[in-house]
Structures are given as structure tokens and as C-alpha cells.
């Protein structure tokens, strides 16, 4: 797949060239119909594929079997039918897997990575049946069994305990991780970051706090960082531009103060740059690289001063300046 056409509130957005490494596409939460189109399965370098709570219908296509790196897929709170391809158990990379609140029929695929999955993955599909949905609501056959109230507490706790080892207890330590996406609205603040695995950080839209931890800004494969609507606060250290492999950095939505780094415009592959609504100050002192991959900036809502920076006219493609 060479480009990608995206309508969106009667505009047609159309990308002539998609990466083929580290794709992620997160279209969660928003207002998606139809069906999952089968030529998904050519984004061979997809990494994360999210399309949680929109309207999709149809199938689940076969040809996401093709996704050999693919390591996290959630298709939750849709209305998608149909059964599980049994192909998918070939994606040995996958770790993560969401496919609750449809209306999933049939069996479960079994081995390799679809053997480690828990019930919660698959949850509000009344025509599933197999592991691990038999070990919550019986047998085999499908008929529930008596649970104790001890043997209900070792269940949640060991889910617990599982959910734990993915998600690092939401803002604690986190170790061997490659992709961390984290929704709780209830933490604290972010505490440091032992893994050096981590290519995609998601914190967005919860209710985070205090300065940026100097270890996140030093994991140097880190492809995509997003920790917009929260309240991080502090200034934004320098060490960012240190990620030279940085394509998306959102910190949109916080309280970051004081001045914007003089080295992010020299960051030759960040391509979408959001500090908006901050309360950043000062001018926008920074000069752009003459071969920078630019595409968005967004600087919308804070006390900036000043003039615009001549070498601007270095960013050649664009999509928005806010």
C-alpha cells in the first residue's frame, strides 16, 4: 500500500506515501461505519491496529493473518460479526487482543499466543465458546459451573495479577514492554520508565500530574509519545530531542511552562509536533532543518511571542499548522 485516502467532515486527505515500518493506527472512539476492508492486511509493518467503540460491521477479515509484527488488536464495541479467523493464531508477535462487545459466533481460535489470552478479551460475544470463556462460565459444553465465593477471589486475583504484568499497575514500573497504553483517568503521577523496548507511549486523557519523568525522554526507539489532556506540569526538557526516532510527539492540553526546546525544530524525523493549549512562553525560538518531515504543528493556545521563524519555509509538506 503506496498511499491512504481518509475522508473526514467532507475532506478528502490523501497520503501518498505510508510507512511500511512501525505502522500504528488508532481510530478509537469515534463514529466509523461499514466493514473492515481485507487490503488492511498489506500494511505488512502494522504494529497496533485500535478501532475500539465505533460502528464496523461485517467480518473480521483473514487477511490480518499477514500482519506478522502486529502486536496489539483491539476491535472491541463494535457490531462486528462472524467467527474468528482461525489464521490469526499464526500471529506469533501478537500480545495484546481486544475483541469484546460484538457479535463474535463460534470457537476460539487455540495456540500459541490466543492460549495466553483471558476472558476479558473476548466478553459480550454470546456466540463464542471455547477457552478461555469455559473456564468462566463452565465446561465445554457451555454449562456454567458453581464458583465459590474463594475460588471467585483467586480468579480476580489472578487476572489482576495478569492485567498487572501488562499494564505495569497503570504507573508503576514498566519492564520488556513495546507498546503501553494506558486509560485509567485515575493516576497519579508518571513514575520512571525501566524499559528500553518501548517504540509507543500512550497516556492521553487521564488525569496525570507533575513533570515528565527524564527516563521516558530516554528511550531512544521510541517512535510515538502522546501524553496530551493531562495535567503534566514543568518544563519540557531538552533530552526530548535526544529521541531520534521520534515521529509523533503530543504533550497537547497540560501545563507545561516556560520556553519551547530550541532543538525539536531539528529533529529530522518528527513529523507531528502538538504542544497546544500549554502554558508555554517566550518566542518560538528554533530553527527548522532544510530535509525535516514536518506535517503538523500545533502551538494553538499558549503565550508565545514574537515572530515566526523564517526557516518555516523548510517544513515543505503539510497538512495543518494550528
Known amino acids: 500500500m503506496n498511499s491512504l485516502i481518509v475522508t473526514t467532515k467532507g475532506w478528502d486527505w490523501d497520503f501518498l506515501h505510508v510507512l511500511k515500518t512501525n505502522i500504528i493506527i488508532n481510530l478509537s472512539i469515534n463514529r466509523f461505519e461499514g ?68 457479535h463474535l459466533i463460534g470457537c476460539i481460535p487455540k495456540g500459541k499466543q490466543f492460549d495466553t489470552f483471558e476472558n476479558s478479551s473476548y466478553q459480550g460475544n454470546d ?8 473456564k468462566y462460565y463452565g465446561g465445554d459444553d457451555g454449562v456454567p459451573q458453581a464458583t465459590t465465593p474463594v475460588e471467585l477471589d483467586e480468579e480476580e486475583e489472578d487476572l489482576i495479577s495478569w492485567q498487572a504484568v501488562l499494564m505495569g499497575f497503570g504507573c508503576g514500573l514498566v519492564i520488556g514492554l513495546s507498546i503501553i497504553y494506558i486509560s485509567f483517568r485515575e493516576c497519579g503521577t508518571i513514575q520512571e520508565f525501566k ?21 521516558l525522554l530516554d528511550l531512544q526507539g521510541l517512535f510515538s509519545l502522546r501524553i496530551s489532556q493531562n495535567n503534566q506540569s514543568g518544563q519540557i526538557a531538552s533530552t526530548v530531542c535526544n529521541l531520534k526516532t521520534l515521529r509523533v510527539l503530543d504533550l497537547g492540553s497540560n501545563h507545561l511552562s516556560r520556553t519551547i526546546p530550541h532543538c525539536l525544530g531539528e529533529m529530522s524525523e518528527l513529523a507531528d509536533f502538538d504542544l497546544n493549549n500549554n502554558c508555554l512562553s517566550g518566542t518560538i525560538n528554533t ?18 511571542q514574537g515572530k515566526v521563524p523564517p526557516s518555516l519555509i523548510n517544513c515543505r509538506v503539510w497538512n495543518s499548522l494550528i
Open 35 to 102: 466493514h473492515i476492508s481485507s487490503i488492511i492486511g498489506d500494511l505488512v509493518g502494522l504494529r497496533t491496529l485500535n478501532l475500539y467503540h465505533n460502528g464496523l460491521e461485517g467480518i473480521i477479515p483473514a487477511s490480518l493473518h499477514q500482519l506478522s509484527v502486529l502486536e496489539s488488536l483491539d476491535l472491541s464495541s463494535n457490531k462486528i460479526g462472524g467467527e474468528i479467523p482461525q489464521q490469526l493464531a499464526s500471529l506469533t508477535f501478537l500480545a495484546v487482543l481486544n475483541l469484546s462487545h460484538n
Open 127 to 134: 456466540g463464542l465458546h471455547g477457552l478461555p470463556l469455559s
Open 287 to 304: 530553527t527548522f532543518a532544510t530535509e525535516n518531515e514536518f506535517t503538523i504543528i500545533n502551538l494553538y493556545g499558549n503565550n508565545l
Open 195 to 215: 524499559s528500553k523496548s518501548l517504540y509507543s507511549v500512550d497516556l492521553k486523557q487521564n488525569q496525570l500530574q507533575g513533570p515528565i519523568p527524564k527516563s
